[in-house]
């Protein structure tokens, strides 16, 4: 009875403040970016944001391949701040750098988060960081009620890094998901030498890969099309780094060495890593279980019946104006992975033993950067090729893929599909200002399935167009309006006129308006108010089929972000969302606990409402806290199997502390 009546005088004052003072969150760069993660969630890109808040990349220290970690930066731009710095000295003050380079404010302003200027070289300290965390949801779920789920409602991470000098630096990481038993479920860590002599790298333990453009080669995040058109493009991959992430699938086990003079550098790896599957009844392979729970027996069955051994290198050169290099792996799986449906299945990998070569380039030629990789493996190719070109306030990108339907590598993470096989297309991107006041996104990304999906059995076609318009009306006032229009081809059921059962093959479209207003009238105040309407149509094709579905869905939401001292923050937002099914969901990116992305599909008819508070302690110490209630309207129960729920209120909380010494 309090929470429906606090959430009832908590949405009318957010209303009347919409009115009153209609901000941008906190996290309005990592919204652009991270918002269309909506097939992996993995918070890899969202911590390394995190960290250059924390530790700035300076500007008269930096090179091109380490100012290419920052997505929005563009890789044209950050070769041209390099070149104009040894050309002519180091930049002063960011308005040295902004004559320099005639660079747009506002693109200034969102540089000086992530990067800084300084004119001498920064003492490396020793530091011990500790990050711990807690979040439970209630109410228990039905797991939890018939003892499917043994383990404690919480969620935990805990989490060390240590860096003894520039020199010598590592960490280690636990993890317990909701409902299971072990509180070292899941447990990574690294030690890392780094600049001694000709070795650029050692590491031992846990690591990852990151090379070219992501085809033989990488790590298990990427970013998926959105509001910046050129960010999800290119790959800027930093070689083999220290693993200390929640994934518990995309990394090795063993030692990395990285070994380089001048131009040119050698990368071995050596891994032999547990993996999660499901097995047939003869040993053999059915699938990867890829989910990282383990908490039923039948989940902590999986878990580790698999090992793979892994070896491989790269060798690269790096000259004035790019970068090339060949990159090659391969391994043996300890069981055969067998194929259960040859029609579904047909080019899915079988057997025990895969490799995969490929040579990736990228190369700087004035105001253009052409960047791509091809790959073969043991039974398919792989191409991507890019191009940037930057006239200043105005980036434009143009990219080809071919992803071969025979294409198979579980290392892979490429631009264009989540999957590096059985596609085909072609984008096109740009993003810029058309006023001094008015900047526009715009992406259009035409594709082919060459090979028929699980649940299409023929080749379908698709495509997807997006545009983005934000007008600044005041300094203080955006309005910020976005359409996206994905058409794509699906297997429905249908009846003919005589009552019959037909599959038909019809052209399902997929419309989504935004409108954002976004309001800062002091730095200790933000503002952001949102409408987004969703439309999911899927015609009739023949005059034989009666066949007619149409959905629609919208979402609102009232956003406040407050400074209310130097020392503490708080942020809350209310939600109010009606949906006619799963299909028509929409996703909300949150903001949440350091570290934490959430990106929740919300459907059907509800309200729900969060409120985030950090606060700075000390110097040394940061403690942040998060409370969220969703109401799902006019149901008795949500959820189903295990992780159903009685009742139609869903609670959330989240605690967690980071120590620094």
């Known amino acids: 009875m309090f929470s429906k009546l606090f959430y009832k005088i908590f949405f009318i004052i957010l209303g009347e403040l919409c009115f009153i003072l209609p901000a941008v969150s906190q996290t309005e760069t990592e919204e652009n970016l991270l918002e269309g993660q909506i097939e992996a969630t993995s918070s890899e890109l969202l911590e390394h944001l995190e960290w250059l808040r924390h530790h700035r990349i300076d500007l008269n220290r930096t090179t091109v391949k380490r100012l290419q970690s920052l997505p929005f930066l563009s890789p044209v731009k950050a070769y041209q701040i390099v070149e104009e710095r040894n050309k002519n000295g180091l930049f002063r003050s960011w308005s040295d750098l902004q004559k320099r380079l005639n660079f747009d404010k506002d693109f200034l302003n969102r540089l000086k988060s992530y990067l800084k200027i300084s004119r001498r070289k920064p003492e490396k300290k020793k530091s011990l960081k500790f990050r711990w965390r807690g979040q439970k949801f209630s109410p228990r779920k039905s797991g939890y009620k018939t003892g499917a789920y043994p383990g404690s409602s919480w969620k935990n991470y805990q989490r060390i890094n240590f860096f003894f000098s520039e020199h010598f630096h590592g960490g280690l990481l636990t993890e317990k998901d909701p409902g299971e038993n072990k509180w070292n479920d899941h447990f990574v860590g690294y030690f890392t030498i780094n600049r001694l002599s000709i070795l650029k790298r050692l590491i031992i333990g846990n690591f990852s890969g990151e090379t070219g453009q992501g085809l033989v080669l990488w790590g298990p995040y990427g970013l998926s099309k959105g509001a910046d058109p050129l960010a999800p493009v290119k790959k800027h991959g930093k070689g083999i780094l220290g693993f200390l992430y ?59 019946s698999l090992t793979e051994t892994l070896y491989g290198g790269r060798v690269s050169g790096s000259w004035h104006s790019g970068t090339v290099g060949v990159t090659y792996w391969q391994n043996r799986y300890s069981r055969r992975i067998s194929k259960n449906d040859p029609e579904r299945y047909r080019f899915y990998f079988s057997g025990n033993k895969n490799y995969v070569g490929g040579i990736d380039y990228d190369l700087f030629l ?34 080809y893929r071919y992803f071969d339907p025979r294409f198979q590598n579980p290392h892979s993470n ?102 954002n207003l976004i309001f800062h009238p002091s730095p200790q ?137």
């Open 246 to 304: 929640s994934n518990e699938n995309s990394y090795f086990t063993g030692a990395a060495a990285e070994i380089g003079r001048g131009a040119f550098s050698l990368t071995m790896l050596v891994s032999h890593s547990p993996l999660d599957a499901t097995l047939n009844p003869d040993g053999t392979v059915k699938s990867f279980f890829l989910s990282g729970l383990h908490r039923t027996q039948s989940e902590i069955s999986k878990k580790n």
């Open 366 to 399: 004035g105001r253009f950067n052409l960047f791509g990789e091809i790959a073969r493996s043991r039974s398919g190719w792989a191409l991507i090729g890019n191009a940037v070109m930057d006239m200043g306030k105005t980036s434009i990108v143009v990219s």
């Open 414 to 515: 490429s631009f264009g599909t989540s999957q590096i096989n059985n596609d085909q297309g072609v984008y096109f991107g740009l993003k810029g200002k058309i006023a001094s006041s008015t900047k526009i996104s715009f992406y259009y990304d035409l594709f082919h399935r060459p090979w028929r999906t699980y649940y299409t059995p023929i080749p379908t076609n698709g495509n997807d167009f997006f545009v983005q318009v934000e007008q600044k009306l005041f300094p203080t006032l955006a309005v910020v309006f976005r359409a996206r229009f994905r058409t794509k081809e699906i297997v429905k059921g249908g009846n003919t006129l005589s009552g019959l059962k037909k599959n038909i093959f019809l052209e399902q479209s997929h419309h989504l308006y935004r409108f």
């Open 525 to 661: 105040i933000r503002l952001k108010t949102r409408l987004e309407i969703v439309n999911l149509t899927t015609p009739a094709v023949s005059e034989e089929i009666v066949f007619s579905s149409r959905e629609m869905g919208f979402l609102f939401y009232q956003n406040v972000w407050i400074r209310l001292s130097h020392h503490l923050t708080v942020s809350a937002r209310c939600i109010k969302f009606n949906t006619n099914s799963y299909n028509s969901r929409i996703y909300e990116f949150e903001d949440d606990l350091p570290g934490v992305l959430t990106i929740r599909p919300l459907y059907k008819k509800g309200t729900s409402w969060y409120i985030l508070a950090k606060w700075k302690a000390f110097k040394t110490f940061q403690l942040s806290a998060k409370f969220s209630i969703t109401y799902h309207n006019g149901v008795s129960e949500w959820g189903s199997g295990l992780e159903k729920i009685q009742g139609n209120i869903e609670k959330r909380f989240g605690l967690e502390g980071d120590l620094e010494f």
